[in-house]
């Protein structure tokens, strides 16, 4: 049988493996930060009926730019955005991507404050753009000097900043994004993918976008939506930006039935966005009830909370995957993270949680 060593992959792909967090049949499934709830019935039937009006018409090449759908994300995100400064594609994942076609590439370098979102650097790899990773707090914190100095020592053409960051759930200070964008020479990415969730008083990056062409914002509704399955993520940024990520977009990358399922989902963003606060309920809980068993825990402003084990992390996770709860390894020694659901899935947790002192 024909191996990867067999093939003439790129020699900086060899040895790796694809990401992915693993996908298992257990009873509560806590591990990939989605949203517990499922669709409401009235949003899925609208849904359906906005596809089932695509239908007819898959014969033809769905809109190319996704316009209806950009000025519907522009006037979900406010902040006096149009559709010129909107952009989306199949998750934040290929925006954040496209970003790194345009303003990385080889010869150039993207920079993170790790531990964060493991997707990025191999979205540097992927695209032969060299990755620096930065440093955080003890604390998992950034403050404004210790950015600053990073960025002026490495001087990146893209930096990455996670707020809330993953896989630790803190919210960066907007004066930290303020002063790393005046700061580096580039490209500023501020991933938002979690920002629904974020606590009271937090203030979203979309607020510095005027005024500055080099910053990028990026959502994704896979996670406060629940529309992790319909793959639609989408950035807010100046108009250039979005007419220099069309330069490598490919040709009808969203297609008919994605626009038009998250048009509609869009329409019933109330109703989807609904969940939020319960599960915002939950994480505190987690949060409350680790902490009072003793664990470690990062502050969270995301749907997950980060927490300390002690000892060597995989025997704790396969513990409480044994125990029916799968939650996520991040390669942090001695870390785990949990996604926050439902109240039965927290509950579930803490039981199995019990199991790590038996």
Partial sequence: MTSLDDLPIRADLRGLSPYGAPQLEVPVRLNTNENSYPVPDVVAETIGRAIAAELRNLNRYPDRDAVALRGDLAAYLGHGLTRDQVWAANGSNEVQQQLLQV??????????????????????????????????????????????????????????????????????????????????????????AYAEFARAGAVSALSLLPGHPRLVVTRTMSKAFGFAGGRLGYLAADPAVVAAVQLVRLPYHLSALTQAAARAALVHRDALL?????????????????????????????????????????????????????????????????????????????????????
């Avoid at 599960?279 to 505190?284: F, L």
């Fill in 274 to 358: 609904g969940t939020v606060s319960a599960i915002k309920v939950q994480r505190d809980r987690i949060v409350s009830e680790l902490r009072s068993r003793g664990h470690r825990v990062a502050d969270s402003d995301a749907n997950f909370v980060l927490f300390r084990v002690g000892g060597d992390q995989r025997v704790a996770w396969q513990v409480l995957l044994d125990a029916g709860v799968l939650v996520r390894d991040v390669g942090l020694p001695g870390w785990l993270r949990v996604t926050a659901g439902t109240p039965a899935e927290t509950d579930a947790f803490l039981l199995a949680l019990e199991k790590l002192s038996s």
């Fill in 103 to 192: 303003f990385g590439g080889p010869g150039r370098t993207a920079f993170g404050f790790t531990p964060a979102y493991s997707m990025h650097p191999l979205l540097a790899l992927g695209t032969g753009t060299r990755w620096v990773p930065a440093r955080r707090g003890a604390d998992f914190g950034l403050t404004v000097g210790e950015a600053v100095a990073q960025v002026r020592e490495h001087r990146p053409d893209v930096v990455f900043l996670c707020s809330p960051n993953n896989p630790t759930g803190t919210a960066l200070d907007p004066a930290v994004v303020a002063a790393v964008l005046a700061e580096a020479p580039g490209m500023v990415v501020v991933d938002e």
